[in-house]
């Protein structure tokens, strides 16, 4: 079982959550990118890019955020995180 927690925060507060559950036998990899594009589709925002900085936090510490700088268009919110929960 895999399971990824997404935020959207915006000052300080939280504002939407979800919680991605994958029981595939998909790579690590792509269970991670299948739950962002899964929170993205049904929180109406595009995929964020994924920059270096990103990779490095999300390998250190299984979690990272994705702020303006990852989105091409205007977000509604300060940034958005991902945390890995659960792996099995």
């Known amino acids: ?6 935020k ?3 000052d300080n507060h939280l ?17 991670i990118m299948n739950a962002v594009e899964k929170a993205c589709y049904d929180f109406d925002l595009q995929k964020p890019i ?3 900085s990103n990779v490095n936090e999300f ?3 299984s979690k990272c955020r994705f702020s303006q700088d990852n989105f091409i268009e205007e977000i509604s919110f300060d ?3 991902i945390q890995v929960i659960e792996e099995t």
């Open 59 to 61: 390998k250190v510490h």
């Open 15 to 31: 504002i939407k959550d979800m919680v991605v559950c994958d029981e595939t036998q998909d790579s690590r990899t792509h269970k």
């Open 79 to 81: 940034y958005m995180e």
């Open 50 to 52: 994924w920059l270096k």
């Open 1 to 6: 079982m895999f399971r990824m927690w997404i």
């Open 8 to 10: 959207l925060i915006k």
